[in-house]
């Protein structure tokens, strides 16, 4: 715990956002709008309507004062995997959000797959889709990938020497597959 930690005015405080959040998920649930997402700070909605804009008039008059209710942004076409983990289509672009599709961690070609495929997806371009599809099956099929798709950039924490000094000293078990690689 930290020096000017209170625990429990911040367990109360969440507590009273989540019934805030509650209560603004049942109000669009009576208005026969859809929620896709709900985070700490904001709702993820579906569909756009022209009556929109009066609906969240509407909720910012039933919601305590000092929370404010905005439209932050309209998007074309939407595809939710998971919580917090979502792609969305605007202008003919895509935005990736969440670790479990785009991620530092993944390969470049299933990075690349992932983006292209969902942007094929989303347009609704479907024979667009299957020959991208069926091109990188060939791709990889053959040997075709190159080094660069198939390898990912580390950023070393420690010299290969310190590791190699370091991992004398420790249980085998311990040991980093990128430095044993290195060494």
């Given at each position: 715990?930290?020096?000017?930690?209170?625990?429990?005015?911040?367990?109360?405080?969440?507590?009273?956002?989540?019934?805030?959040?509650?209560?603004?998920?049942?109000?669009?649930?009576?208005?026969?709008?859809?929620?896709?997402?709900?985070?700490?700070?904001?709702?993820?909605?579906?569909?756009?309507?022209?009556?929109?804009?009066?609906?969240?008039?509407?909720?910012?008059?039933?919601?305590?004062?000092?929370?404010?209710?905005?439209?932050?942004?309209?998007?074309?076409?939407?595809?939710f995997y998971k919580s917090k983990n979502y792609?969305?289509?605007?202008?003919?672009?895509?935005?990736?959000?969440?670790?479990?599709?785009?991620?530092?961690?993944?390969?470049?070609?299933?990075?690349?797959?992932?983006?292209?495929?969902?942007?094929?997806?989303?347009?609704?371009?479907?024979?667009?889709?299957?020959?991208?599809?069926?091109?990188?099956?060939?791709?990889?099929?053959?040997?075709?990938?190159?080094?660069?798709?198939?390898?990912?950039?580390?950023?070393?924490?420690?010299?290969?020497?310190?590791?190699?000094?370091?991992?004398?000293?420790?249980?085998?078990?311990?040991?980093?597959?990128?430095?044993?690689?290195?060494?």
């Open positions: 715990q930290g020096l000017f930690n209170d625990s429990k005015a911040a367990a109360a405080m969440t507590e009273r956002g989540q019934e805030h959040i509650k209560k603004v998920v049942k109000f669009f649930e009576q208005k026969e709008i859809g929620v896709a997402d709900v985070d700490t700070d904001g709702i993820i909605i579906y569909p756009y309507s022209d009556a929109l804009h009066a609906d969240l008039i509407e909720l910012e008059k039933q919601i305590p004062k000092g929370i404010s209710i905005s439209l932050e942004e309209i998007w074309d076409k939407a595809f792609c969305v289509l605007k202008d003919g672009k895509i935005k990736i959000k969440g670790g479990a599709l785009k991620s530092r961690s993944m390969e470049p070609i299933i990075t690349q797959f992932i983006e292209k495929s969902l942007l094929f997806l989303l347009k609704g371009d479907i024979p667009a889709f299957i020959q991208f599809y069926e091109s990188e099956l060939v791709r990889i099929t053959n040997g075709k990938l190159g080094q660069e798709e198939v390898c990912k950039s580390l950023t070393l924490s420690q010299s290969p020497k310190e590791y190699s000094n370091k991992r004398l000293q420790e249980d085998s078990a311990m040991r980093n597959k990128v430095y044993e690689r290195i060494i």
